[in-house]
């Protein structure tokens, strides 16, 4: 098993600027995509939670750009946990190009949600979900474990 969580995209000519390249925004779509697919996979009952009263919030999100991409490569975003407290998730995603040749790491990614619960007018803090703890562990930085207070280093893929 991998120490990441990995979707596969292939760039289409819709996420591309009049340049030819990916247009920014893009690669915090994908991240997006990647927290909402490792939910359905590895955390559905999150997911029914946020059909009631859980909520994610979305406090800050990044992306670090290496090298350029174009329609058609062929992309691997790659998540792990980050850092993990009684409240909040930090996720860290590299994007990597995948060639014949190899894998060319073209960005790093970060974002970190809370968790909150109760009415739009009056969330609060809450715990994050035991399934989703669960779900994350093998997914953790340090290779194991809760990554508790950890921030995601910055390098090349091994």
């Given amino acids: 098993m991998s120490d990441y969580y990995e979707i596969r995209h292939t760039v289409g000519f819709e996420e591309?600027?009049?340049?030819?390249?990916?247009?920014?925004?893009?690669?915090l779509r994908w991240q997006g995509r990647c927290r909402e697919m490792f939910l359905k996979e590895r955390a559905p009952g999150v997911l029914a939670d946020l059909r009631d009263d859980l909520k994610l919030f979305t406090l800050r999100v990044d992306c670090e750009f290496f090298a350029e991409i174009t329609a058609f490569d062929e992309l691997s975003v790659r998540m792990r946990l980050?850092?993990?407290t009684q409240t909040q998730v930090g996720f860290s995603f590299d994007y990597v190009r995948l060639d014949p040749e190899g894998e060319t790491l073209v960005a790093r990614g970060s974002q970190r949600i809370a968790c909150m619960r109760g009415p739009n007018t009056a969330t609060v803090p809450t715990r994050v979900p035991e399934e989703l703890r669960a779900a994350l562990?093998?997914?953790?930085?340090?290779?194991g474990g809760a990554a508790v207070g950890r921030v995601p280093e910055r390098g090349v893929v091994a």
């Avoid at 591309?16 to 690669?27: E, F, I, K």
């Avoid at 562990?137 to 290779?143: E, I, Q, T, V």
Wanted: proline content about 5%; overall charge negative; hydrophobic content about 30%.
């Fill in 137 to 143: 562990a093998p997914y953790a930085s340090d290779g």
């Fill in 16 to 27: 591309t600027n009049l340049v030819g390249n990916v247009y920014y925004v893009n690669y």
């Fill in 82 to 84: 980050g850092e993990l």
